[in-house]
């Protein structure tokens, strides 16, 4: 029922908001995340290729597949998509991979705190339970009310943690609960 009333509130809202310009399913979504108990988890932005060299080292950028021009300005659109919607700060947290790093201080939406829990498991499945069980464990020591919550990470672990499949640059939102950890209020394209 929960879904059915979203989608009727993005509908109704069509009509009002398309002459403003802003998306109606975004609208609420940009609410929530302003009135904070909510964690917003970023894929990275555009870095071509898949998965990482056989060479790769955390911490060494040149052993990693990084952003290209292309996905630096994705990032600071993201941030610049996050402001012009009033969010103009958040405690951000970043997997170690340097171009989830790179993304994340390219929002400019504050210090930017390296995570191992957000760490991709795509090439490592031996780390998928225990990233995930950390990260669990994470959230659920984050307040229900505090202030909005970015998690910069990759595609095997917004698909792990929201069965929502994200491209680069795509978010998907959750909202912090008292009596559960979490739960899926939706999918963001920051307007890319």
């Not at 898949?50 to 021009?69: K, V, W």
């Not at 970015?150 to 929201?162: E, G, K, M, N, Q």
């Not at 929502?164 to 609960?177: C, F, P, R």
Request: aromatic content about 6%.
């Amino acid at each position: 029922m929960r879904l059915w009333g979203y989608l009727l509130v993005c509908f109704s809202g069509l009509i009002t908001l398309a002459t403003a310009g802003v998306d109606p399913c975004h609208a609420e979504m940009i609410e929530k995340m302003k009135a904070g108990g909510h964690i917003l988890m970023i894929r990275h932005a555009l870095a071509p290729g898949t998965g990482d060299p056989e060479n790769f080292r955390i911490g060494d950028c040149a052993t990693q597949r990084n952003l290209d021009d292309r996905g630096r300005k994705q990032a600071k659109a993201i941030g610049d998509w996050l402001r012009s919607n009033g969010i103009a700060s958040a405690r951000v947290y970043s997997s170690q991979w340097c171009r989830c790093l790179e993304t994340a201080k390219l929002l400019e939406m504050g210090s930017v705190k390296e995570l191992p829990a957000l760490n991709s498991f795509y090439e490592m499945t031996q780390n998928r339970e225990p990233n995930l069980k950390a990260l669990r464990a994470f959230m659920a020591q984050q307040p229900s009310d505090g202030i909005i919550i970015i998690l910069v990470t990759h595609f095997v672990t917004i698909s792990a943690v929201s069965n929502e499949a994200v491209s680069s640059g795509e978010g998907v939102l959750l909202q912090l609960n008292e009596d559960a950890p979490y739960e899926v209020v939706g999918r963001l394209n920051f307007g890319n």
